[in-house]
């Protein structure tokens, strides 16, 4: 069982398309990161949240830090091919900056 | 500015042979990770450095799995002798420090592919 669910493990959608992923806990992270990877590289920080409730919103992507800090989701609008990849969250439990990261949700956009 | 270094990108052994990648961080961060990405799953962390001297490697199968970063530079994983459940991408990143909400900058990875 990871620490970090994250939902769902796939998903096709058409150019244009709305989604969200989810990132799941039972434990409170001191604060949470997404990431974007692709094929032949490594992950590339896209957002940190740290306060619970946090939004944050980076172009047409909007992230959410739950309130109790246990659960986040990022929501893609008019989702665009470039968007193809996985999405990684990844919680800190302490002090620190040592990650635990989820299981990934890939992501495909079809033009 | 250069990002994570890492070598080689592609690695294919025989189980029970040995195997070495080899990670460049970049220049002045004093924090160092590895992890193992098996196919289809999330990065696990396995071991942390900061300088030279080791923080976390609670989850680094000790018995086969080493690393080292000697001068607080450059580091090394070596796994010997590998098994087929260690095929999987091992990347490397790094941070300016282990603080809190420090980015941690990953390099492409070293996939390893153990028949």
């Not at chain 2, 923080?55 to 199968?61: G, N």
């Given at each position: 069982t990871q620490l970090l669910e994250q939902s769902p493990q796939f998903l096709s959608i058409q150019e244009g398309e709305n989604l969200t992923v989810y990132c799941n806990s039972s434990s409170v992270f001191s604060s949470l990161q997404w990431y974007r990877q692709e094929p032949g590289e490594g992950p590339v920080l896209l957002v940190t949240v740290v306060t619970g409730g946090e939004v944050k919103k980076l172009k047409r992507l909007t992230f959410q830090f739950g309130d109790a800090r246990k659960d986040s989701s990022l929501h893609i609008t008019?989702?665009?091919?470039?968007?193809t990849g996985l999405y990684l969250c990844a919680g800190a439990l302490?002090?620190?900056?040592?990650l635990t990261f989820g299981g990934g949700t890939r992501l495909m956009v079809k033009p | 500015e250069a990002g994570v270094a890492q070598s080689p990108r592609y690695k294919i052994i025989e189980k029970r042979q040995s195997v070495a990648f080899w990670c460049n961080p970049i220049s002045g961060h004093a924090t160092l990770y590895w992890y193992q990405q098996i196919l289809g799953q999330g990065p696990k962390l396995l071991i942390q450095f900061q300088n030279n001297g080791v923080?976390?490697?609670?989850?680094?199968?000790k018995d086969r799995f080493s690393a080292e970063r000697l001068k607080g530079v450059d580091s090394t994983l070596k796994i010997?002798?590998?098994?087929?459940?260690?095929s999987a991408v091992y990347l490397c990143a790094s941070s300016?420090?282990?603080?809190?909400?420090?980015e941690q900058f990953f390099g492409p990875g070293t996939r390893l592919t153990v028949l």
């Open positions: 008019a989702a665009q091919p470039g968007d302490g002090a620190g900056n040592m | 923080v976390d490697d609670s989850q680094l199968p010997q002798p590998a098994k087929l459940e260690d300016l420090t282990s603080g809190s909400y420090n």
